[in-house]
DNA sequence: AACACGTGGCG
DNA sequence: TCGCCAAGTGT
């Protein structure tokens, strides 16, 4: 199947994806770049609602009646980290820990260690600290506003909504980047997204949020959806998109993105990070302390290896013992 | 604003 | 194979 006689092979632009399958659409814009939807902004999110309802995906923390906590462990867990490899992860934590205060009373390198290999630990420090702070200043209950949410470690702008909205059905626009992908394509005619800019994204997701509160949480989760699974960073898959005939970017003929490259992620492989997580693993498997040595035994370069190590301390995600390295 | 920060799967 | 990408946050 290396041989394609079919393909058609237009003079690569760039090494933008190609467009989707069901190539390039029929009538074309000539004008420029459109700044409002095509379809009206509740046609719009009613479809996007539609779609959800009949294709979204049975997620854990979209079971009715999942408590607030588990949403915002979702989130902490979810930040950089795909569906498929927090769901097993979210579903000890829980079991665990059902409330945040059950979380508070152990030491935070017990959430280090139960974090395993999601990445980024230091959103499980963030998270256990997130948990002392909800039992002691607010009875040991998430709490419903942005601004307190926003108050806690390792909660951002969009945590803070995404909690807002999904557990406790307050109305307020919720953007990642799925959600900027969508409305890049579907409303800006990009490929792309601009380099997120909050107010910008907000704006934008506000103008085509429904009044009633109900709608505006599904909308906010269906936009989020389609661009997991259908509005793809990749490969969209436009023959199943609910607002495939009103997108801007298809209509326009999928043109290839002109703006600014997102930095290109460093090489993992001999990185700081890789040196980071190969002593992050031993802490966490190991139950009593790590010696110098088997630091050592790590990592040939010392160098590197000690600016690791000293990070990973000034992190907070290791602690110098008498005789060797713990977590928190 | 640009970068650091883990880990693994997929095209 | 290897670069891109994944429900971001903090500095």
Redesign the pocket.
């Known amino acids: 199947m290396s041989d394609t006689p079919l393909a058609p092979s237009p003079a690569p632009l760039s090494?933008a994806?190609v467009p989707p399958a069901p190539a390039p659409p029929a009538p074309l814009l000539s004008g420029p770049v459109l700044s409002a939807p095509l379809l009206s902004a509740p046609l719009l999110s009613a479809r996007i609602i539609d779609w959800f309802a009949s294709s979204g995906?049975a997620?854990p923390?979209?079971e009715p009646g999942f408590p607030a906590w588990g949403i915002l462990v979702?989130?902490f867990m979810?930040?950089?980290?795909?569906?498929?490899?927090v769901i097993p992860r979210l579903a000890e934590w829980l079991e665990r820990w059902p409330t945040p205060g059950a979380l508070a009373s152990v030491p935070p390198g017990e959430a280090v260690r139960a974090w395993a290999?999601?990445?980024?630990?230091?959103?499980a420090l963030?998270l256990h600290a997130a948990a002392v702070t909800i039992t002691e200043r607010h009875d040991g209950v998430v709490p419903q506003g942005v601004d307190d949410l926003?108050a806690?470690?390792?909660?951002?702008?969009?945590?803070?909504r995404?909690v807002s909205v999904f557990a406790y059905g307050h109305r307020h626009p919720v953007v990642?980047?799925?959600t900027r992908?969508v409305i890049a394509r579907a409303i800006d005619g990009n490929q792309?997204p601009a380099?997120?800019?909050n107010s910008r994204d907000l704006a934008a997701m506000d103008r085509l949020l429904p009044e009633s509160v109900e709608d505006a949480r599904v909308f906010n989760?269906g936009a989020?959806?389609l661009?997991?699974i259908v509005c793809?960073?990749?490969?969209p898959k436009c023959g199943e998109c609910p607002i495939a005939d009103a997108c801007a970017w298809r209509l326009a003929g999928y043109p290839a993105y002109e703006g600014?490259r997102?930095?290109?992620?460093?090489?993992?492989e001999g990185?700081?990070?890789?040196v980071?997580?190969?002593i992050?693993?031993e802490l966490?498997a190991a139950h009593v302390p790590v010696t110098r040595a088997e630091i050592d035994s790590l990592w040939p370069d010392a160098v590197q290896r000690e600016r690791?190590l000293a990070?990973?301390v000034a992190?907070g995600?290791a602690v110098n013992a008498e005789t060797g390295y713990v977590l928190p």
């Open positions: 090494s994806p995906r997620l923390w979209r979702s989130e979810l930040q950089q980290t795909p569906v498929a490899r290999n999601l990445g980024y630990p230091r959103r963030w926003l806690l470690p390792g909660v951002g702008d969009y945590t803070a995404a990642d980047t799925n992908r792309e380099p997120p800019s989760a989020m959806e661009g997991a793809t960073a990749r490969a600014k997102k930095a290109v992620q460093k090489k993992y990185s700081d990070r890789h980071r997580g190969l992050m693993a966490r690791a990070g990973l992190d995600l």
